[in-house]
T-cell receptor, first 118, second 111 residues
Framework: DGGITQSPKYLFRKEGQNVTLSCEQNLNHDAMYWYRQDPGQGLRLIYYSQIVNDFQKGDIAEGYSVSREKKESFPLTVTSAQKNPTAFYLC?????????????????FGPGTRLTVL | DAKTTQPPSMDCAEGRAANLPCNHSTISGNEYVYWYRQIHSQGPQYIIHGLKNNETNEMASLIITEDRKSSTLILPHATLRDTAVYYCIVRVAGSGYALNFGKGTSLLVTP
């Protein structure tokens, strides 16, 4: 079954702890993205990666870190420096990123991880 | 990316067509119209996209006006499972950057 998986679906952490959210895709997509969604709000871009071993900050990267050591994996770490980490986190991927054309640019999303910091 | 305007909410009876409008009066020539939907507590789902011609797939049809300043997403036979927030997004294809999800339209399909 092809797709994007995120685990776990729900995650609880104590304030001050770092936590890593998993995102895996078996679609052979080059580009991967992390978004954050707060209640009643749209999605905001945290980080994105166009290719293995390369990634760029999005609009709200402070307090987050990522790695892209493998094409199929793009984990997101929420550090203790993130002021308001409680949110719904969404991972997405597309065949290509920049200069890819319409069909290769379409982003497909995983089911999301709901992080609650107590 | 061009700004879009959508009604905040709409209702539709099950089995009827749901027509969701979107205004994008400042769209430029190389910007595409994309539609996504998000069912509560799930990740957004891609529906369809187009440039200027009408498009149809197994989920929906996209009608874009000749001047490209507005579009309509049509779900031909709405079911209860189509209840979701629908987002109209206008962007340059291949820009490889974030999707700008606004507030969208909350569609409620009723029995």
């Amino acid at each position: 079954d092809g797709g994007i998986t995120q685990s776990p679906k729900y995650l609880f952490r104590k304030e001050g702890q770092n936590v890593t959210l998993s995102c895996e895709q078996n679609l052979n997509h080059d580009a991967m993205y992390w978004y954050r969604q707060d209640p009643g709000q749209g999605l905001r871009l945290i980080y994105y990666s166009q290719i293995v071993n390369d990634f760029q900050k999005g609009d709200i990267a402070e307090g987050y870190s990522v790695s892209r050591e493998k094409k199929e994996s793009f984990p997101l770490t929420v550090t203790s420096a993130q002021k308001n980490p409680t949110a719904f986190y969404l991972c997405a991927s597309s065949i290509r990123g920049l200069a890819g054309g319409t069909s290769t640019d379409t982003q497909y999303f995983g089911p999301g991880t709901r992080l609650t910091v107590l | 990316d061009a700004k879009t305007t959508q009604p905040p909410s709409m209702d539709c009876a099950e089995g009827r067509a749901a027509n969701l409008p979107c205004n994008h009066s400042t769209i430029s020539g190389n910007e595409y119209v994309y539609w996504y939907r998000q069912i509560h507590s799930q990740g957004p789902q891609y529906i369809i996209h187009g440039l200027k011609n009408n498009e149809t797939n197994e989920m929906a049809s996209l009608i874009i006006t000749e001047d490209r300043k507005s579009s309509t997403l049509i779900l031909p036979h709405a079911t209860l499972r189509d209840t979701a927030v629908y987002y109209c997004i206008v962007r340059v294809a291949g820009s490889g950057y974030a999707l700008n999800f606004g507030k969208g339209t909350s569609l409620l399909v009723t029995p």
